[in-house]
C-alpha cells in the first residue's frame, strides 16, 4: 500500500462524531497540522536511532556531526556508506557503540535488499514494523512512530506509547494507566483515523482543557 496523505479534517469529523471524549478533545485542541516527512526513509531512520533517549537538543547536535562525515553538502549518505564508515569514525561524532551497532545494522539491511526505500513506502503496516522490528535497536514502538510521522499512515495506535496512554487514562477517568487490550478498545471507534486521535491525545497534554 503506498502512503496516502492523512486528510486531518475528514479524521477530526470522524473521531467528533464516533467518540464523545474524543469531541471534546477536537475542539479544544483545535485544528492540527503535520510536518512534512523526511526527504529520504534511510535517513529518517538513521535520525530516530541516534535521538534514542537523548534530548532533542544534545540528539541534533550528534545527527548533524554525523551528517557532516560524508561531505559539506548537505546530501544524507548511502547505506553503503554508513555501513562502510569505521566504528571509530561514528564515536568521535558522539554516537554511542550501541547506536553505532544500530546504524550499521540498518545500512546493512538496505544494502542487503532487505529494507528499501519502496518496499517501506507501499508495504502494509505490520510488514513495515515485522520488516524495521528485525534491525537491531529498532522496537516496534520506533517502528510505529515512522509509520505515524514518516510514512504518515492514517491508521496507527501505538498501545505502548506512554503519552498516549497517561493521556487516555486522563481524559477518558480511569483509575491507572490503560492496558494494551484497554487500549484497542477505546481505539477502536477512532478507526480507521487512530493516527490523528493520537496527535490529538498527545497534543492534548500541552492543552488547557475544560474540567
Same mark, same amino acid.
Request: charge should be positive; proline fraction near 11%.
Given at each position: 500500500m503506498s502512503? =496516502?496523505?492523512i486528510?486531518? /479534517? %475528514?479524521? /477530526?469529523a470522524h473521531l467528533a462524531a464516533a467518540d464523545p471524549v474524543m469531541a471534546g478533545l477536537v475542539r479544544a =485542541?483545535? *485544528?492540527? +497540522?503535520l510536518r512534512p516527512p523526511r526527504p529520504g526513509h534511510f535517513e %529518517?531512520?538513521? $535520525?530516530? !536511532?541516534? #535521538?534514542?533517549q537523548l534530548s532533542? $537538543?544534545?540528539a541534533g547536535t550528534i545527527f548533524e556531526r554525523f551528517r557532516a562525515l560524508y561531505g559539506p553538502d548537505g546530501a544524507f549518505p548511502e547505506p553503503a556508506a554508513v555501513l562502510a564508515t569505521p566504528p571509530e569514525t561514528l564515536r568521535a561524532a558522539g554516537l554511542s557503540r550501541q547506536k553505532i551497532a544500530s546504524l550499521h545494522s540498518l545500512a546493512a539491511h538496505f544494502v542487503a535488499g532487505d529494507l528499501d526505500e519502496r518496499g517501506l513506502e507501499h508495504w502494509p503496516d505490520e510488514e513495515v514494523v515485522a520488516h524495521l522490528v528485525r534491525v537491531r535497536g529498532i522496537g516496534r514502538w520506533t517502528a510505529e512512530m515512522f509509520l505515524i510521522f514518516q510514512l504518515q499512515r492514517p491508521d496507527v495506535l501505538p498501545v505502548n506509547d506512554l503519552g498516549i496512554n497517561r /493521556? !487516555?487514562?486522563? $481524559? #477518558?477517568?480511569? *483509575? %491507572?494507566? *490503560?492496558?494494551p487490550e484497554q487500549v484497542r478498545s477505546i481505539? +477502536? *471507534?477512532w478507526r480507521p483515523h %487512530?493516527? =490523528?486521535a493520537c496527535l490529538y491525545l498527545w497534543r492534548s497534554e500541552d492543552t488547557a482543557l475544560p474540567a
Open positions: 502512503s =496516502v496523505p486528510d486531518l /479534517a %475528514a479524521a /477530526a =485542541v483545535g *485544528p492540527l +497540522e %529518517a531512520l538513521c $535520525r530516530s !536511532i541516534v #535521538y534514542q532533542g $537538543r544534545a /493521556a !487516555i487514562m486522563r $481524559r #477518558y477517568g480511569l *483509575p %491507572a494507566m *490503560p492496558k481505539g +477502536e *471507534p %487512530a493516527t =490523528v
